[in-house]
Nanobody
């Protein structure tokens, strides 16, 4: 069982930056795909970015390419999402999730962290 805890959300102005962090406990991210998703009010949960903990395999939604960067910190066993040039439409609850490399669905989810971008 993997427990995921997100941190780093908050309120920022348009054009600002935030860094989200996802920490794993119970087990590590070894051999897993770790992703970030977000859900805005009244909308479905949407994919933001993901990476393979073993190295490489980063994927981004078109809406965040060139603004967001997903990375891993081996020493801290965390996956981070650096968000730059934030826009009001980035406002959402951001969730960290993980799945086994060969799984089709994400089995482990965090509780979410709120990101609000003011105009």
């Amino acid at each position: 069982q993997v427990q995921l805890v997100e941190s780093g959300g908050g309120l920022v102005q348009t054009g600002g930056s935030l860094r989200l962090s996802c920490a794993a406990s119970g087990r590590t991210f070894s051999n897993k795909i770790v992703g970030w998703f977000r859900q805005a009010p009244g909308k479905e949960r949407a994919f933001v970015a993901s990476l393979y903990w073993g190295g490489g395999g980063t994927v981004y939604a078109d809406s965040v390419k060139d603004r967001f960067t997903i990375s891993r910190d081996n020493a801290k066993n965390t996956v981070n999402l650096q968000m730059n040039s934030l826009k009001p439409e980035d406002t959402a609850v951001y969730f960290c999730a993980a799945r086994n490399l060969r799984a089709e669905t994400y089995d482990y989810w965090g509780q979410g962290t709120q990101v609000t971008v003011s105009s």
